[in-house]
């Protein structure tokens, strides 16, 4: 099995809403990363996460606040976003971080920040 | 900061005809993958390759990771509308994350 779920599918939110997405895996991955996309364009990454740790932060902006409760789970806080923040948010998982093992993605979520 | 240089970058075929999209870069990768991304969702897993001048089939889709481990090419033979998508290439060097090349949008018309 190589699911990596996510939810919500979709999400639409005011720029002064806070919501949540989660991302979960159940193939003992210990890596778990966040990216954003846009229409088109390849994914950029945000955050990544080896053994419950945050490893890379790519100057991230705070209104996106992660969090990896435990190995299976991994979050993503928002806060305050802006219109520019509409994108394809999607999560990842690998065995581990900084061996190249496969990445293998969920389907994402569709944010939409009006 | 190594660059994944990918080409086309669009690509719009009819329906049995051959195409090859290429993966290129002046840095040598440890490994390279290329994912296949429809519209709303998230990139799929194709292939990996490791080990340079390594060639892998997938049924109509051949995979080439060049000899220096530099480039890689993803041919695809007799497309069909259902290979329409975003495809990406991925190169891992060790200790970083995955490196992206721009995605070639293929579309195949019957």
């Known amino acids: 099995d190589t699911e990596v779920t996510q939810t919500p599918k979709h999400l639409v939110m005011g720029m002064t809403n806070k919501k949540s997405l989660k991302c979960e895996q159940h193939?003992?991955?210990?890596?778990m990363y966040w990216y954003k996309q846009k229409a088109k364009k390849p994914p950029e990454l945000m955050f990544v996460?080896?053994?419950?740790?945050?490893?890379i932060n790519e100057s991230v902006p705070s209104r996106f606040s992660p969090e990896c409760p435990n190995s299976s789970l991994l979050n993503l806080h928002l806060h305050a976003l802006q219109p520019e923040d509409s994108a394809l948010y999607l999560c990842?998982?690998?065995?581990?971080?900084?061996?190249?093992?496969?990445?293998?993605f969920g389907p994402g979520t569709r944010l939409t920040v009006t | 900061t190594q660059l994944l240089e990918q080409s086309p970058q669009f690509l719009s075929i009819q329906e049995g005809e051959n195409l090859t999209v290429y993966c290129n870069s002046s840095s040598v990768f440890s490994s390279l993958q290329w994912y296949r991304q429809e519209p709303g969702e998230g990139p799929v897993l194709l292939v990996t390759?490791?080990?340079?001048?390594e060639v892998k089939k997938l049924k109509r889709l051949t995979f080439q990771f060049g000899d220096a481990r530099k480039d890689s090419s993803l041919h695809i033979t007799a497309a069909q509308p259902g290979d329409t998508g975003l495809y990406l290439c991925?190169?891992?060097?060790?200790?970083?994350?995955?490196?992206f090349g721009k995605g070639t949008t293929l579309s195949v018309s019957s």
């Open positions: 390759v490791v080990t340079g001048g």
């Open positions: 996460y080896s053994y419950e740790k945050l490893s």
């Open positions: 990842a998982s690998s065995q581990v971080f900084t061996v190249p093992y496969e990445q293998y």
């Open positions: 193939m003992g991955h210990r890596a």
């Open positions: 991925a190169g891992y060097e060790a200790g970083t994350a995955l490196i």
